[in-house]
């Protein structure tokens, strides 16, 4: 039975040695000091060094010098009978070189369980780290591409916004050019030819004739009034002449038309934006009030416009009640809602943002927010024009004198036959803008300023503002083409008044002139 056992465990231990020699990974053993005890034939092939070199000799002949404390480190644990398992480290072969390897270390006992020695086993894994570090190498590559296509993808995507604003600015620059050549022309000539028609048709007698020429004056009012409105739907003058709030102002009555009444609250302090910024802005505006009309099912908003205390940051916000939509789709389609990726980009562009509130029955709030530069300064009522102005010699004793301001020379000379065809009536001078209307208004001291609101260098409502500052007791008509609701409560708070369109200045200036004496005399 002896024999036997022995015999097994002779086979045993054979058919073990053949395993560890034939294995692919290194097998060593070693004892607590690091001598080598065992070496087989894979540690050979991966470190270089023979079983006869290797053996009686320290392990530490296979450490890099700056990994030394690696073995120590690995004892103390063998000697505590703990495991080391799938430690990646570098060795050094026979020949120099280094390889990087995975050890596995397991401590050996004695038959009273006491540890011993060490086990290791010992993988190449050089090529796996080399393939490890070749995709590590093609990651940082393509993280770099994809950072590189990232930021082209950046650039192209701010070029295009900023060419889609420019082209949004140049269509709205050529709807300009075009609405001010119509009210700057074939506007001021219609009415100038109304004012010639109205002188001529008070001396026809045939009542045939009159008839005619109470049919071209029709004719020439519906012109006059087709006009308005074209000069207003390519580039409302309002915006142009007298500022964004003033163009919102309008925006928001002209909603009325659309079947929705917007609500307009202006809490700002004085606060300036660039032309084109004005231009964007007002057109951001504009679709998101026609978005109200369209999709929001509602029939009331609200266009707030408001500054932070600093007055750094301008706030434009629409507002309504109404069945709103599920905005966190809004960025990922671009069908139903391109109008806002379209005011998003616009409002990127001019260095702001779009911030966007909606949901299902919540209604919708839209704020166009923009960093703002320097604030507006107050006008300098002491830059006045010196162009000299054309001056009648003067009237008889009680006659009104007229002060007559415009920057068109047919539509004064047209009003000034209207006012001359009266009596007592006297136009003692011209002014071509509001600086010369300031400066002829304090030397002249006339009873009556003809004020028109939209002329170059200031406008009529400053003008208006600053005479009626200086003297009070001077009566100022305002005077304009345009047919708008803000623009005549500019003028009346600046001081005019009263307020007439020049459609109607033919019939109705006398009469305002008169009226406005009238109540001042007795009032």
Known sequence: MES???NNTQRTNAQLAAIVESSDDAIISKDLSGTVMTWNGAAERIFGYTATEMIGQSISILIPVERKHEESQILDKIRKAERVDQFDTVRKRKDGTYIHVSLTVSPIKDSQDNVIGASKIARDITERKRGEEELRLLSVQLDQRVAERTHDLTETRQRLRVLASELSLAEQRVRRQIATELHDYLGQLLVVCRLKLNQASKRVQDTGLAQQLKDADRILQDSLSYTRSLVAELAPPVLREFGLVMGLTWLAEQMEQHGVTVTMKVTPSSFDVEEDQAILLFQSVRELLMNVVKHADTK?????????TEGDLLTITVADSGK??????ERRTGGKHFGLFSI????????????????PTQGTSASLILPLGSRVSAADPTVAGTVDAPVSKEGQPGAVRVLMVDDHPLVREGLRGVLEGYEHV????EAADGNEAVTLAS????DVVIMDVNMPIMDGIEATRLITQTCPSMTVIGLSVHQSHQIERSMKEAGA???LTKDVAAEQLYAAITSALEKKVNG
Request: hydrophobic share 45%; charged share 25%.
């Open 443 to 446: 030397k002249l001291r006339p």
């Open 344 to 359: 998003r980009e616009r409002m990127e562009a001019l260095g702001g943002r779009l911030e966007l509130k909606s949901g």
């Open 497 to 499: 008044v009263a307020y």
């Open 300 to 308: 009331q908003a609200l266009l707030s416009v408001a500054t932070t």
């Open 324 to 329: 709103g939509f599920d905005h966190a789709l």
């Open 426 to 429: 006297r136009v003692v001078a």
């Open 4 to 6: 036997y056992f022995s």
